[in-house]
């Protein structure tokens, strides 16, 4: 529906009116004289399209119409008779003079301002379709372009098809024309089947198979019938083999000499001795390997197959004789001590005859003789009956020891394996935290120590030497234990720590352990210095990560004061509470008596202990401060709070934390004194 400004712009069409008008009137004026538009079009462009469909049509008239309009409007001054007539310019002896006219008219200001805002959207009107215009010259500027390049390409394409086909075609009739000469002079050069001309190592090196170092045997069986499809020469295989091989197989290629790395076979042996991959290796493949869980049956059979013929070959094992051979070798050294069959293996027997005799010299070879004791009176044997006594013990057969299955585990003490095959010690988790027996649990952390063990406890460091760096550990002192242990989860352990040795541990529950010693640096309150302990994955409380035993701390169970018979008037002495030592009964039986026998009742440490912390400098060194932590340690069952009071002090004992005296350590050692 028209509104009012459309319905004037009709009544009274102008270039100046159509300006005034909005998108939606400049549409329904388009509707109206039949023009064609779209609603997506900018606002200038459908004032352009407009204006030039009005224009041709003839109804509105340009500026300069208009303009030649309002000079033809303009009034004439008549001229006044007897003034002379205008003559023409240039005539001549006549004089030229101006025509009386009226000035030129001049608009008004609001008209000239009104005029100048349609100048100016007539411009924009005019570089908008200047715009317009060059954004299609370039576009179709650009698609010429393409056009050209794809041109080209097809050219370039076409030519390069053209000059393939005519090299194919020249080196065709080469072939032909040498043939012609071949068989006009009957003599025949082909090549073999597979091959042009001489051998090109470049072109076929990419069709050898990768090496890869969990495959090895596999590699060789591949390259192999690769080789053999393609009829390459055997001298080259040594060259194309080395172009692929990486890691340690490269590393023994190397290390051959000249002649040997162009032998094919000998660069496989070596290969494949560096990889362990002799034939005793493919026999232990074969019997040790297992179905996983998640192989079908068809799979392991066809595993199981793959190394049986890997065994078979390795052992040149071909007809059913190798094969027998074979079988009984392999059972013969079943029943052969460990000792025999290395050597047997070291000899590389391949039939059970030669085993036999070599394991007969080998027994006889390393025989050991144990001579009967020399009685005390009674002749002593002659050299004859000597030779005897030591030949006696060869007539007898060979026994071995009782077998796997009647031997006892040392750990689970259950018939039918030993301790390296036991399936108790390979459960059983390696650290704290097993990721297999994971639980959910309300909180995680460190397990503190029993409250029943706390007058036993105490804290210490320890390390693998005096120099290197402690490690903080929790003792807990047991006076019934023989043995100090440690767990192995405290210290690095190494060969070097090791004292070369192992001790027999029994328990409440009767069972014996073999722990192996180690030399350690323990540093606490009761026991200081290199010392030997047993290492055992973990021990019974939760918390301790040293049990010291009888064997370091001797008579020790805390540390023990010392008493005077003359105490100082002056300190008021009570009894010591009951409830610090609830659980040992020696410590109060030693209390009573230092009371009643010894110190007159009264327990005190010695005074030149007591002047020698008092008179102790601050200490500069961390060994330092380690002595005296060890002194005042002495006497830690006097001092209340004790571990509260010293914090600040044990803290700069750790090798991690920077040794810096501070207030804080300087009050702690005040206060210790």
């Not at 200038?44 to 399209?49: L, N």
């Not at 005793?280 to 297992?290: G, K, L, P, T």
């Not at 988790?429 to 029943?452: D, R």
Request: proline share 7%; hydrophobic share 35%; net charge neutral.
């Amino acid at each position: 529906m028209a509104s009012g400004a459309v319905d004037l712009f009709i009544a009274d069409p102008s270039l100046e009116g159509l300006l005034k008008l909005t998108k939606v009137d400049l549409l329904a004026v388009a509707a109206n004289y039949g023009i064609t538009t779209t609603k997506q079009s900018l606002k200038p462009v459908i004032v352009a399209t407009i204006s030039q469909h009005l224009l041709a049509q003839g109804v509105v008239a340009s500026q300069e119409e208009e303009e030649d309009k309002d000079e033809e409007g303009l009034e004439r001054v008549e001229v006044p008779p007897g003034s002379s007539p205008i003559r023409p310019e240039g005539g001549v002896g006549v004089e030229s003079r101006v025509p009386l006219t009226l000035p030129k008219f001049q608009p008004s200001p609001e008209e000239s301002g009104r005029s100048v805002e349609t100048a100016r959207l007539r411009l924009r009107v005019a570089r908008l379709e200047a715009d317009l215009r060059d954004k299609a010259e370039r576009r179709q500027q650009e698609y010429e372009l393409e056009l050209r390049k794809l041109d080209i390409k097809r050219l370039e394409v076409e030519t390069s098809k053209e000059i393939r086909k005519m090299e194919i075609q020249a080196e065709t009739e080469v072939k032909i024309q040498i043939r012609q000469l071949e068989l006009a002079a009957g003599v025949s050069s082909s090549p073999p089947v597979g091959r042009e001309g001489p051998f090109d190592v470049g072109r076929n090196i990419a069709i050898v198979p990768p090496f890869r170092e969990s495959e090895v045997d596999s590699h060789f069986s591949a390259f192999e019938r690769v080789a053999g499809a393609l009829h390459w020469p055997k001298e080259v295989w040594p060259l194309l083999l080395q172009c692929k091989l990486t890691g340690k197989a490269q590393e023994v290629v190397a290390s051959l000499s000249l002649e040997e790395s162009g032998q094919y076979d000998l660069v496989k042996a070596a290969v494949l001795r560096a990889y362990e991959l002799v034939p005793e290796a493919y026999r232990q493949r074969f019997r040790n390997h297992r179905k996983s869980s998640n192989k079908t049956f068809v799979e392991f059979a066809r595993d199981k197959e793959s190394l049986f013929d890997r065994w078979c070959a390795a052992s040149k094992a071909s007809t059913y004789a190798t094969l027998r051979e074979l079988t009984l070798l392999e059972d013969f050294k079943s029943h052969l001590p460990d000792d025999i069959v290395v050597h047997l293996n070291e000899q590389k027997v391949a039939t059970v005859a030669h085993a036999a005799v070599m394991a007969d010299e080998y027994a006889l070879t390393h025989k050991t003789v144990f001579y009967p004791s020399t009685p005390t009176h009674g002749p002593r044997p002659s050299n004859s009956q000597a030779v005897r006594t030591s030949r006696a013990p060869a007539a007898q057969p060979f026994t071995r020891g009782p077998s796997k299955a009647e031997r006892e585990c040392f750990y689970c003490r259950l018939p039918g394996h030993l301790i390296a095959d036991c399936p108790t010690l390979k459960a059983k988790p390696k650290g704290p935290l097993s990721p297999s027996l994971s639980k959910g649990v309300g909180f995680v952390g460190p397990k503190k120590p029993s409250v029943v063990y706390s007058p036993f406890l105490s804290k210490g460091w320890v390390s693998l030497c005096d120099e290197a760096s402690q490690q903080p550990i929790t003792i807990l002192r047991d006076t019934g234990a023989a043995q100090s242990i440690i767990v192995s989860t405290s210290l690095p352990w190494s060969e070097k720590s090791y004292f070369g040795s192992h001790v027999l541990l029994t328990g409440i529950e009767m069972g014996t352990i073999s722990v192996s010693l180690h030399w350690v640096y323990p540093s606490s309150s009761i026991v200081s210095g290199r010392v030997r302990v047993g290492v055992v994955p973990r021990l019974p409380v939760d918390g301790v990560s040293f049990l010291l035993g009888n064997d370091i701390a001797g008579g020790r169970v805390v540390p023990v004061p010392e008493v005077v018979d003359n105490p100082d008037p002056a300190y008021t002495g009570t009894e010591t509470d009951r409830s610090v030592f609830p659980a040992c009964v020696v410590t109060r039986a030693q209390e009573r008596k230092m009371k009643n026998e010894v110190g007159q009742g009264e327990v005190r440490p010695i005074a030149r202990k007591v002047e020698a912390i008092e008179s102790f400098p601050v200490p500069i060194t961390r060994r330092q401060l380690r002595r005296f932590v060890g002194m005042v340690g002495y006497y830690r069952t006097f001092c209340k709070n004790f571990s509260t009071v010293m914090a600040p002090l044990t803290s700069l004992l750790s090798p991690k934390v920077q040794y810096a005296w501070s207030a804080e350590c300087q009050q702690a050692f005040e206060s210790a004194k």
